[in-house]
């Protein structure tokens, strides 16, 4: 008997949908076991269609893309109470992602920005998109932007999580494989990924940091054999789950940690921050901050997937 | 009645926990608005225990240890200071003013200079005034959620404050 | 190599032989001096004890016209090097003596920021010419010339950090990068006396008698010095320590300039070697003739 | 089965029921979850007191203990084996400080007592998440090392030895002795030094718990307290020990000598014979020449162009051929005994010492004085001729700024030896300059008596400069000394045949090595820092490790020789036990977790967290770990966590200080 999926695209750059069609043949392995019954971005299925289903009739839902906005808070709640479980897939469900970026900012800021500010806009009287409106009798209707990007497992509650910006193919195969299998591990945790950080997986040499200077990728040509972080380069893959085969190291560009930290770390930004700090090298004041000012934006640098799941969560405005 | 600023203390257990109960001993009287936390070095003390106290309620957080080359395990209180000097460059970003953690070298024998800081410290934060990172969360996402007319008009967004 | 060059009132007075030295010594080696315009007595120690905020006032007048050059000041004479240089040192770690300066100094339309380094011509000879050019430049063999050199007690003050203050060696090398030999002088720090000899005659001759004596018993033909106020306390005074304690020294005191110059083979009328008070004469005038 | 815990709150008479309301703190205690049970008591750590919490572990009502009363420092050692008798893991128990920093600290008590609830919230949530843990134990290898063979190893290694425990004694140079084999007297009592000494060499020696490696060095110690690995390197003597005898035939030979050919009587002074082949002196220990490469005609430029000793030896001894030897063994304790040096005076440019005949520091004064020494112990000035005025100064390179700011405690007693020396040698007159005569020994004070009676002049100054220069003629030719005498308030000068300087006391050139290889550390005076300069002056901040003697501060004879056994009874009293408790809040890796990225190496002090090649992890030696918690705090997979100092404890104690009861 085919087992029932819906894949739904909330607060994302639908990368993840992209990764899931990249299986490429696998799909017809996919389509085989499943019965595809709502796929916003690929499938012309509504959202009444859901809601015409029994409760739990999914067997299983991928959700990719943060909470951002009414609709993707309701499609949450709604596929959550269809579903009998619930996948958060991807940077932006599981931790925020990039879109997550936006808790540094006010809501106020970022309207202005995108629509009044940007060099490419004219826009003299302000005027800035509106939740309802009527025109000519028709009743025009916008999700309400939030405040606060909040990730899934923030909104609703969420039986497991494909980590990545975007996940690694062949692992979501692997977590659909395991859900209908049945053989999953315990409710909440990460599947699809590593249990260990890209050190693990990530074959340059490593030896004791001490680390004296920090250059950004365009100022070093690296030594492809010796690890980044010893060259000065800010990686996070020591912080950051393993799973996506070190697709950015092994282009000799420093980790950004999109595939979030390991279990019992409760921020992956500020876990980094401190073993960063402890292993540099000056131990006066002077000498220290001196160091720290030669990374040009040290939170968000760290922050760059996760500040949403950060224990703050977001700027104090 | 003024705002009274609720600080925690992180102090290691060789220098500046011995120090805070010299102050004990010889009844120097200061502020109560702080509460601490024992560890056995400063080097234990991870920014996360700092963002984890910030985000609980507290308006300020005191980090206190050895003097440099005093540390009991040689150069714990190095990697504190490192630590903190980071963590005090990237508050800014999350809206925090700096001046709200503070970090302090207190020998065993400095119990005089541990009460002035404490002091000295709630003084600074009662300028600062309250921090409430989970309420102005609250207080912030109190608007986030679905609009009543969204889905069919009558359902409204107020029945469900999930 | 251009400095700024501050004369001071020896120089040009009654220590004008250094002077004749100094102008025909020194463009061989490749350094200019342009004099300071202007400049005004540098208030020497004496008047450092009697007034010292007037002195520094003074003094500070000089480094303040020095400004407009932006290089280096080098002075011929111990006493001019030791008050400018203590000058900037009070001026610097004093606030209250540097706002006062300055307050006298704007009277006169100047401004004093400190920035200007004052150097000794012994200094600036030993370290910034490379000892292969002094050498290049002798034309005469002196190594059977034997000469003590005399620093003086102003020069070698630690906090100046010119050398070591007990045992320099700066000129000792000059003397061996001129070709002549250097002897073990003990006395080389210990003080000639300098004003005292106006004001208690007897115990400055007794300071000069010692070191007078040091010289003679390493058979030292000559003592070179760097500054004008030894030179004539050893020099001129030399016969009245003779009279008052029966000794018989005949060594003449030159300055290290002139020493260069007779190694490069100048004659004694152009180094001003005439006009010394002893004369060169006996086996010294027939190793300089005979180089 | 949920957790109990049980909250015992202490009134410590009015110490702190004076500030805060006992019975609200216990209301509101009860009211937290998981408490089952609440109790006060005037004094919890009095016996009833502590029966309390013992009844109630016993009769199994609780199974968690939250004390608050003082301060942890105070009492926590108390209640862990209160709770231990009760039959609970004594770490499954924590206390909360409402004393020294709640009681005695604020004054207004409502606001007292409202901290006093929070502390004990947070103790709550952390005592819900507390976890047992069981003391590790660490054999003690009974054998000991000992770093140094002046009397402080000596007086180290005897007693252990004569313990009936091994001994490994390693001395850089060819024969033990130390300092103390190069002086002829000792103060007060004047005995031979000889005398005194060379029964103990002989007997360390012959000793069968003791294995003497003499010119050799350490070169490495890893292992932890109880367990050191020692890597010693013994340098080639090129005289094969078992065969040599010690009788003399190759260095009456040797053409070569390793003193200076031309120089003067000071500047050939030595105790042994002067050739390059040599016994440093004639009761050295053990009694096994060594060829000095330096001036051996055979190893010059390896021209191999002698061969007399190897001829003249019937036994074969010389080997040419020789080379370093690397020794490797186990040691349970380490005595570090590795000595002094004396200050360079050449330092001291106005002193002319190296510019000036004549001008001698005190080690030199005393080879001179030694019978066995090259001028048979009499007192000559350079040129050879009888010294008829010597003068002696005190402090050179102590209680100086610019030099050394400690006094070196022994400089004034063997200055007035050598004043009684001059005295009894020769009919010299003698000069003491000094600052202050410091004579704080048994039978000091009466020495200094004894040298006044002597006629010795003493000068209460320091002295300004010793120059050539004479002004008098009774100067011709003499040292002339320009000194300050305070108590006649005049300068003085004071022409005289000969100085001795007497120098003051510096760490040894190999310490700072040796205290790395140890990992104990160096003060900034130069000398090994102690665990605690009053309670424990020769025991250090790392277990096992012990400092003895010179290395550890200046200090005379008896002094040394005291603290070398108080050294070899701690070590004694570790070997007696067997075993040794070992920290157990150490830090854990958890392997799963662990991504081999090696942060952590850098962040312990003690290497106690080390890559492990085969399982690419890293890991933590339980030993060597002393549960500062810094790795934990640095490792960025969190792989790493601090036992009884978790994270989740210290974040559910945070969440407590603000739960307010909830």
């Not at chain 1, 420093?254 to 980094?272: A, F, H, K, S, T």
């Not at chain 4, 002004?471 to 108590?487: A, H, M, P």
């Not at chain 4, 120098?503 to 190999?510: A, F, P, R």
Request: hydrophobic share 35%; with cysteine; charged share 25%.
């Amino acid at each position: 008997m085919k087992l029932k999926a819906g894949i739904y695209w909330g607060a994302g750059c639908g990368g993840c949908d992209v990764a899931v069609l990249d299986v490429h043949e696998k799909i017809l392995l996919v389509a085989e076991k499943m019965d595809l019954l709502f796929w916003p971005i690929a499938l012309d299925f509504k959202y009444d269609d859901v809601r015409a289903m029994d409760d739990g009739e999914f067997d299983i839902v991928l959700y990719n893309g943060a909470v951002r906005n009414s609709e993707n808070e309701e499609i949450a709640h709604l596929l959550r109470q269809k579903s009998k479980v619930m996948v958060a897939l991807g940077a932006c469900a599981h931790l925020g992602g990039l879109i997550g970026m936006a808790n540094f900012h006010t809501k106020e800021d970022l309207l202005k920005r995108v629509y009044v500010d940007s060099e490419s806009t004219v826009n003299e009287e302000g005027t800035l998109p509106q939740e309802y409106w009527e025109e000519a009798g028709i009743p025009l209707e916008l999700p309400r932007l939030y405040g606060t990007v909040k990730t899934l497992d923030q909104v609703v509650d969420v039986d497991y999580y494909i980590p990545g910006c975007p996940p690694v193919p062949e692992q979501i195969v692997n977590a659909l494989v395991a859900v209908w299998d049945g053989n999953l591990p315990p409710k909440g945790s990460v599947i699809g990924a590593g249990s260990r950080t890209l050190c693990d997986e990530c074959s340059r040499t490593k030896e004791e940091k001490e680390i004296t200077e920090f250059k950004r990728t365009s100022e070093v040509i690296t030594d492809p054999e010796k690890c980044l972080l010893e060259q000065g380069l800010l990686c996070l893959g020591p912080v950051t789950r393993e799973g996506c085969g070190s697709r950015c190291i092994n282009s000799n560009v420093p980790c950004r940690g999109c595939y979030g930290p390991l279990e019992g770390v409760p921020d992956q930004g500020i876990r980094m921050l401190s073993a960063l700090a402890s292993v540099l090298e000056p131990k006066e004041e002077e000498a220290i901050d001196e160091l720290i000012s030669q990374i040009p934006d040290p939170l968000r640098t760290l922050h760059r997937f996760s500040v949403a799941a950060s224990i703050l969560r977001r700027k104090k405005i | 009645m003024s705002f009274e600023p609720k600080i925690v203390g992180f102090l290691c257990n060789w220098c500046s926990y011995t120090g805070a109960d010299l102050a004990g001993t010889a009844r120097i009287k200061y502020s109560p608005n702080i509460r601490s936390i024992r560890v056995m070095c400063s080097g234990r003390i991870e920014p996360t225990f700092i963002m984890k106290a910030l985000y609980e309620g507290a308006d300020g957080v005191l980090i206190a240890g050895c003097h440099p080359g005093d540390c009991h395990y040689q150069e714990g209180n190095y990697k504190a200071l490192r630590r903190y000097r980071m963590l005090k460059k990237v508050l800014p970003d999350y809206g925090i003013d700096p001046g709200r953690i503070r970090l302090e070298w207190v020998a065993a024998s400095e119990g005089e200079k541990f009460a002035n800081v404490v002091d000295d410290f709630t003084e600074e934060i009662r300028n600062l005034g309250p921090l409430g990172i989970k309420e102005g969360l609250d207080e912030m996402m109190k608007d986030d959620v679905i609009p009543h007319h969204a889905s069919g008009g009558e359902k409204g967004g107020d029945d469900n404050e999930a | 190599m251009k400095y700024t060059y501050y004369p001071g009132c020896s120089v040009s007075a009654t220590a004008n032989l250094y002077q004749e030295s100094i102008d025909s010594v020194l463009p061989g080696l490749g350094i200019e001096l342009e004099e300071l315009d202007d400049w005004n007595c540098c208030g020497a120690t004496a008047y450092m004890s009697v007034r010292e905020l007037l002195s520094f006032a003074i003094s500070a007048r000089n480094l303040a016209l020095a400004e407009k050059y932006h290089r280096d000041m080098v002075t011929p004479c111990s006493a001019c090097y030791l008050v400018l240089n203590k000058t900037n040192r009070y001026c610097e770690e004093y606030p209250d003596i540097r706002k006062k300066v300055g307050q006298a100094l704007e009277a006169g339309g100047l401004n004093y920021s400190g920035n200007i380094k004052v150097r000794h011509l012994l200094d600036v000879v030993v370290n910034d010419v490379e000892k292969e050019k002094i050498a290049g430049t002798v034309k005469k063999d002196l190594s059977a010339l034997k000469v003590a050199p005399y620093y003086g007690c102003q020069i070698v003050r630690p906090e100046i950090g010119l050398d070591d203050p007990d045992d320099p060696q700066i000129m000792d090398e000059l003397i061996r990068s001129v070709g002549a030999t250097c002897v073990d002088y003990s006395m080389k720090t210990k003080c000639c006396g300098a004003s005292l000899m106006g004001t208690d005659e007897k115990k400055a001759l007794h300071l000069c008698k010692e070191i007078l004596a040091d010289a003679e018993r390493n058979e030292a033909h000559c003592i070179i010095t760097v500054c004008p106020l030894c030179q004539m306390n050893l020099d001129i005074y030399q016969s009245k320590v003779n009279s008052l304690f029966g000794t018989k020294f005949r060594i003449p005191v030159i300055y290290f300039t002139q020493l260069i110059g007779l190694a490069q083979g100048k004659s004694m009328k152009e180094l001003g070697l005439g006009r010394l008070g002893v004369k060169i004469s006996g086996e010294m005038k027939k190793i300089i003739e005979g180089a | 089965m949920s957790v109990r815990i049980g909250v015992y709150l202490c009134h410590c008479g009015a110490n702190i029921a004076g500030k805060v309301d006992i019975d609200a703190v216990a209301d509101f205690a009860r009211g937290l979850e998981n408490v089952t049970l609440v109790k006060d008591y005037k004094f919890m750590c009095s016996d009833p007191g502590q029966a309390l919490i013992q009844k109630d572990l016993e009769n199994k009502l609780v199974d968690r203990v939250v004390v608050a009363s003082c301060s942890p420092l105070m009492h926590e050692n108390t209640f862990r084996k209160t709770v231990e008798r009760g039959g609970l893991n004594p770490y499954l128990f924590t206390m909360t400080n409402i004393r020294e920093q709640c009681s005695w600290v604020h004054i207004d008590s409502d606001r007292t007592t409202e901290k006093a609830k929070d502390l004990v919230a947070a103790s709550v949530r952390r005592a819900f998440l507390l976890e047992p843990l069981t003391k590790k134990e660490v054999p003690i290898n009974p054998r000991t090392l000992v770093i140094g063979g002046g009397i402080a190893g000596i007086q180290a290694a005897l007693d252990l030895a004569e313990a009936g425990k091994e001994v490994v004694l390693v001395e850089k140079e060819p024969s033990i002795g130390g300092h103390m084999a190069k002086f002829d007297k000792t103060f007060p009592t004047l005995d031979c030094s000889a005398c005194i000494l060379t029964p103990r060499m002989v007997s360390v020696g012959q000793h069968s718990n003791i294995e003497l490696m003499s010119y050799a060095e350490v070169e490495d110690v890893g292992g932890y307290v109880g367990n050191f690995n020692i890597r010693v390197r013994k340098k080639a003597r090129y005289v094969d020990s078992e065969l040599c005898n010690g009788c003399g035939a190759c260095w009456s030979k040797c053409p070569s000598s390793r003193v200076p050919r031309k120089g003067n009587v000071h500047e050939k002074l030595s105790l042994g014979p002067t050739t390059s082949i040599y016994m440093p002196f004639m009761q050295a220990v053990p009694a096994i020449p060594v060829i000095d490469r330096d001036t051996c005609l055979y190893f010059k430029n390896d021209s191999g162009a002698c061969g007399i000793c190897a001829k003249e030896c019937e036994r074969g001894a010389i080997k040419y051929d020789m080379t370093d030897e690397i020794v490797e063994f186990e040691v349970g304790n380490i005595i570090i005994a590795a000595g002094f040096k004396t200050f360079d005076p050449a330092k001291v440019k106005r002193y002319g010492y190296g510019r000036f005949d004549n001008v001698m520091t005190a080690l030199e004064f005393e080879v001179m004085n030694c019978a066995s020494g090259s001028t048979g112990g009499n007192i000559l000035m350079a040129d050879g001729s009888e010294p008829k005025s010597i003068g002696i100064v005190h402090c050179v390179g102590s209680r100086d700024s610019h030099y050394n700011e400690h006094c070196s405690r022994v400089c004034c007693m063997y200055s007035l030896k050598y004043a009684h020396l001059i005295k009894e040698k020769t009919d010299a007159e003698v000069y003491q300059f000094y600052i202050d005569m410091r004579c704080f020994g048994k039978g000091y004070e009466e020495f200094y008596d004894r040298l006044l009676s002597e006629d010795v002049r003493f000068v209460r100054g320091k002295v300004a400069e010793i120059s050539k220069v004479p002004v008098t003629e009774t100067e011709e030719g003499k040292l002339v000394v320009s000194v300050e005498d305070t108590l006649l308030g005049t300068v003085r000068r004071i022409p005289l045949d000969m100085v001795v300087l007497s120098t003051g006391l510096e760490g040894s050139e190999t310490l700072p090595e040796i205290a790395k290889l140890c990992s104990v550390s160096v003060g900034k005076d130069g000398f090994l820092i102690e665990k605690h300069p009053k309670l424990g002056p020769v025991s250090t901040a790392t277990d096992g490790v012990f400092v003895v003697g010179g290395c550890q501060s200046p200090k005379d004879i008896p002094d040394t020789v005291a603290q070398a056994s108080a050294a070899s009874s701690a070590v004694l009293s570790m070997i007696t036990r067997e075993k040794i408790e070992i920290e157990a809040a150490t830090s854990e890796v958890d392997e799963d977790k662990c991504s081999g990225c090696k942060l952590c190496n850098t962040l312990c002090p003690y290497q106690a967290v080390k890559f492990d090649e085969e399982k690419e992890v890293s890991v933590v030696n339980e030993a060597l770990c002393k549960g500062c918690g810094t790795c934990v705090a640095g490792c960025p997979s969190g792989a790493i966590s601090a036992k009884h100092y978790e994270d989740r404890q210290i974040f559910a104690e945070i969440e407590g200080i603000f739960s307010g009861g909830l």
